[in-house]
């Protein structure tokens, strides 16, 4: 009979990407003396996964793409190149562009994980970061009105 004790396990809120690009939101479980990498890395097919119902889920490992602790993520500097925050070059079209930052706001937005019931860190994070979101875009939409604003008119004369 084994008499050792469980190890307890401790709670990690995290961001996890899997195969075509879904990104989740819960909790993974580590012992108190693991890493995530630890985890991430053993010689199991499938970790618990706790998701933001507080459903435990199982994962299949090969199906991880990204794992990011909450209190790892960062975001974008809000004095960064707007385009970056977006991953699209200069050249993105205006209607490509208003896809591209509808889609981020969807993914992000501070209520629907409210509704979610999701934890007060995770939507500050939200809200953080749509607050980039938003503020590239505006920085974008400026730039290129005064860019169409500064060219000249052609009137067409007979």
Not at 49 to 65: N, V
Not at 116 to 129: C, H, I, R
Request: with cysteine; net charge negative.
């Amino acid at each position: 009979m084994d008499t050792e004790p469980k190890l307890q396990k401790v709670k990690l809120a995290i961001e996890m990407e899997i195969d075509g690009g879904a990104r989740l939101m819960g909790h993974m479980f580590v012992a108190q003396n693991q890493r995530l990498p630890d985890l991430l890395n053993d010689d199991r097919n499938f970790l618990p996964f706790e998701t933001t119902e507080g459903l435990i889920t199982m994962i299949r490992k090969s199906t991880i793409r990204r794992v990011t602790p909450m209190n790892q993520i960062t975001l974008p500097d809000i004095n960064a190149d707007p385009y970056e925050i977006f991953g699209v070059a200069q050249s993105v079209p205006d209607d490509e562009l208003k896809a591209i930052y509808h889609r981020k706001v969807q993914e992000c937005h501070p209520d629907k994980l409210i509704a979610m019931g999701m934890p007060a860190d995770f939507v500050q994070l939200a809200n953080e970061k749509l607050a980039r979101i938003n503020d590239a875009y505006d920085r974008i939409t400026a730039a290129r009105a005064q860019i169409e604003a500064a060219k000249p008119k052609w009137v067409m004369g007979g």
